[in-house]
């Protein structure tokens, strides 16, 4: 999801990266059910750079008839009403798989790495956190770097970092030991991984929005165990956090000529500490995914997740968009020649953080949700709003 702030696209960088590095979460989780979630959201995948989260995505959809990528970095999986059942009207998921995070744009003398960020970045998150950069050859880890506190005088202590003001050390000793793993350009994110919590919840660094694309992924496996009647492709976005004109999830969508979308991102949980429920609403962890009403949002479409939620006893909230959802629905529904979106959300406490928080409870309902939906859907489904 993006916060209303202006921010420089990044580039592409094709780098492997080895993004199985959760062993440990894995096992010590109490079933493994979600051990898929668990290794995409700590592969490493800024905007741009989504690489390594999309390469299991795809490993992990062998149940789809077809798994594709594009240009953009978008991945693709579909099931067919029949596996040889192709034509027809279509159906998209879409999560995007992207997270937010930083990019080096310089390499000082003495092998400092000097960064700009790649998203919607609260600029005091940077203070004393690791990193894991996309190096030449894999992943390099590094930390941010600022001027300790004895050494600062009374101003600079009650002001601010920025940015700019921060580097990011990886141990180089010059600035050629430095360019001989990263380069200007390397992407990276922070070097957090995946912590379980009791219950249901676990804080991870990428749940914005890896549990989107998570969601989908899920919601085509149980269409796979039991066809819908319309084909369904659930697409993992790329560059959702930098493209506010919609990146991967515009071309995908207008790509696949979809009737209808479904957009799963996260939404903010007002349920922690400080934050207004007349300003915001009412979104609770654990309480079921968010429906969104508002322009991006197909009257049609929300009707009808909120009906089959009731049938399906799927609990939901809703959540009011009046302008912008700062979502994927903000690109696809005016993709092609306009496309039916709904949007689905994961509530989130700690959006854009190292430890953002959610609760599975609400990601297995929203797979579930996504998949009853797309069983409703028949070739003759009208989505005017009348
Ligand atoms: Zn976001």
Not at 294 to 311: C, H, I, P, S
Request: net charge negative; glycine share 8%.
């Amino acid at each position: 999801m993006r916060p209303n702030l202006s921010e420089t696209p990044g580039q592409c960088e094709p780098r492997a990266l080895d993004a199985s590095r959760s062993a440990f979460y894995l096992a010590t989780m109490p079933d493994d059910s979600h051990a898929l979630l668990i290794r995409l959201l700590d592969a490493p995948g800024p905007s741009g750079f989504e690489r390594a989260p999309a390469r299991l995505w795809r490993e992990a959809a062998t149940f789809a008839d077809d798994v594709t990528a594009d240009v953009n970095g978008n991945s693709l999986a579909t099931v067919f009403p029949a596996p040889d059942e192709r034509d027809g009207p279509r159906l998209m998921f879409a999560g995007h798989i992207d997270e937010i995070g930083v990019m080096i744009v310089h390499i000082d003398d003495e092998g400092f790495c000097w960064f700009d960020v790649i998203g919607g970045w609260d600029p005091q998150v940077f203070v004393g956190q690791r990193v894991t950069l996309l190096g030449r050859d894999g992943a390099v880890p590094g930390v941010i770097g600022k001027q300790a506190i004895h050494l600062m005088d009374q101003a600079a202590r009650d002001k601010l970092s920025k940015p700019y003001e921060l580097w990011i050390d990886i141990g180089a000793a010059s600035r050629e030991e430095a360019e001989r793993l990263v380069s200007v350009g390397s992407a990276g994110v922070l070097g957090s991984s995946v912590l379980r919590l009791p219950g249901q919840r676990l804080a991870s660094r990428s749940l914005d929005n890896r549990i989107g694309a998570y969601v989908v992924l899920e919601a085509l496996r149980l269409l796979a165990a039991d066809r819908p009647s319309v084909a369904v492709t659930a697409v993992a976005t790329t560059q959702e956090e930098i493209a506010y004109t919609g990146g991967g999830a515009r071309t995908s969508a207008t790509a696949l000529m979809v009737q209808a979308a479904v957009v799963v991102d996260v939404t903010h949980a007002t349920d922690s500490p400080k934050i207004e429920k007349k300003r915001h609403g009412e979104v609770k962890l654990g309480a079921g995914p968010v429906l969104s009403r508002g322009a991006a949002v197909n009257e049609v479409v929300f009707e009808m997740l909120r009906r089959v939620a009731e049938t399906e006893k799927i609990p939901v909230q809703v959540q009011a968009a009046a302008r912008s959802t700062g979502t994927d629905a903000d690109a696809i529904f005016t993709a092609h020649r306009g496309v039916a979106t709904g949007l689905v959300s994961v509530p989130l406490r700690y959006m854009h953080s190292p430890s953002e928080l959610a609760s599975l409870e609400d990601v297995t309902h929203a797979a579930r949700l996504l998949a009853a939906f797309a069983r409703r859907v028949e070739t003759g489904t009208d989505f005017v709003p009348r």
